[in-house]
């Protein structure tokens, strides 16, 4: 059975830093890529950062240069370091996995249950 379970987010000043995590059963996530999509209140799912299994990374142009995605193979975990938060980084985040990096957030297969992350001083 695969799961993946996401954690790290929380409460942040703007300007903050949050880690989120993503740990993996049931899969190798270095086969996988691994996505991490926001969803904001009244907001289609949006996909921010991505990670293909050749390591090749992707940042949608809002998290450029904020945000930053890693995995460790060892620990089957994904990780999603974020720097000078703002408050439209408020969000509900979630990781999946896909076969390859998508735009689209239903390409990925298989998602963890969220994590709410609020910007706000």
């Known amino acids: 059975q695969v799961q993946l379970v996401e954690s790290g987010g929380g409460l942040v000043q703007p300007g903050g830093s949050l880690r989120l995590s993503c740990a993996a059963s049931g899969l190798s996530l270095d086969l996988q890529a691994i996505g991490w999509i926001r969803q904001a209140p009244g907001k289609e799912r949006e996909e921010i950062s991505c990670?293909?299994?050749?390591?090749?990374?992707y940042y949608a142009d809002s998290v450029k240069g904020r945000f930053a995605i890693y995995r460790d193979n060892a620990k089957n975990t994904a990780y999603l370091q974020m720097n000078a938060l703002k408050p439209e980084d408020t969000a509900v985040y979630y990781c999946a996995t896909a076969a390859g990096c998508s735009l689209d957030p239903y390409d990925y297969d298989y998602w963890g249950q969220g994590t709410q992350v609020t910007v706000s001083s």
């Open positions: 990670i293909n299994s050749n390591t090749m990374t």
